[in-house]
């Protein structure tokens, strides 16, 4: 059974830092692995999706990694805003045609 | 394309009620799926259909849960004689099968369900 672990489960910084978010999953035959985030009380929202022949993938200040044979992927997110405040998921799909999430990192930035 | 609709939002019910949900996926989405969110936790798969016929169930999903999607299009999940433990946050998502696995997962708004 596949297993999602993200470490930190919180995280608390000042405006401005650069910061990484930990995912490690059990199982290392996966389709790919996305990272969403989700807003208190919402739905989630697609940032990243990785396929598991890719290394990383970039959107603005967002920059995903993936170690698929170490079972490892980290968000980056540079220069932080208040805004980017949120949980964020990671998730991996299973050749059983499903996603399995991690437990989340609720970010905090402050200003 | 306005996305994956999920009605209703929220849901305030007595215990021992039944309570339905509705999510209308993405047009011509093949496959549709439905997980369960408790307070600070990742989302758990709960089933997922292709087209109309339902794949697979996880055990989450006990005797009194049932999901349907007549017709290929819109999906209903119903919870019959509701219990506490059956408060949480149900997300709906859709995508479109690629043929070589690793879709992506478009998610609704989800609906709270808050059983009393």
């Known amino acids: 059974k596949q297993e999602v672990t993200q470490i930190p489960a919180a995280l608390s910084v000042p405006e401005g830092e650069n910061l990484v978010l930990n995912c490690s999953f059990t199982?290392?035959?996966?389709?790919?692995l996305q990272w969403f985030r989700q807003d208190p009380g919402k739905g989630l929202t697609s940032l990243l999706l990785?396929?598991?022949?890719?290394r990383e993938q970039t959107s603005g200040r967002l920059n995903a990694s993936l170690d698929k044979s170490s079972g490892r992927s980290t968000l980056y997110i540079a220069a932080s805003q208040p805004g980017d405040s949120a949980t964020y998921l990671c998730?991996?799909?299973?050749?059983?045609?499903?996603?399995?999430f991690g437990g989340g990192t609720r970010l905090m930035v402050k200003p | 394309d306005t996305g994956v609709s999920q009605n209703p939002r929220h849901k305030i019910t007595k215990r021992g009620q039944n309570v339905t949900f509705r999510c209308d996926p993405i047009s011509e989405h093949n496959r549709l799926y439905w997980y369960r969110q408790t307070l600070g936790q990742g989302p758990e798969f709960l089933t997922y259909?292709?087209?109309?016929?339902?794949?697979?169930k996880s055990r989450l999903l006990s005797d009194r849960f049932s999901a349907e999607r007549p017709k290929g299009s819109f999906s209903t999940l119903e919870i019959q004689r509701t219990e506490q433990g059956d408060s949480a946050m149900y997300l709906c998502?859709?995508?479109?099968?690629?043929?070589?696995?690793?879709?992506?997962?478009?998610f609704g708004s989800g609906t709270q369900l808050s059983v009393l």
């Open positions: 259909f292709q087209n109309e016929a339902q794949l697979e």
């Open positions: 998502a859709s995508s479109s099968t690629t043929g070589t696995g690793g879709e992506k997962l478009f």
């Open positions: 990785i396929q598991s022949s890719q």
């Open positions: 199982d290392s035959a996966i389709y790919n």
């Open positions: 998730a991996v799909y299973n050749a059983g045609n499903m996603l399995t």
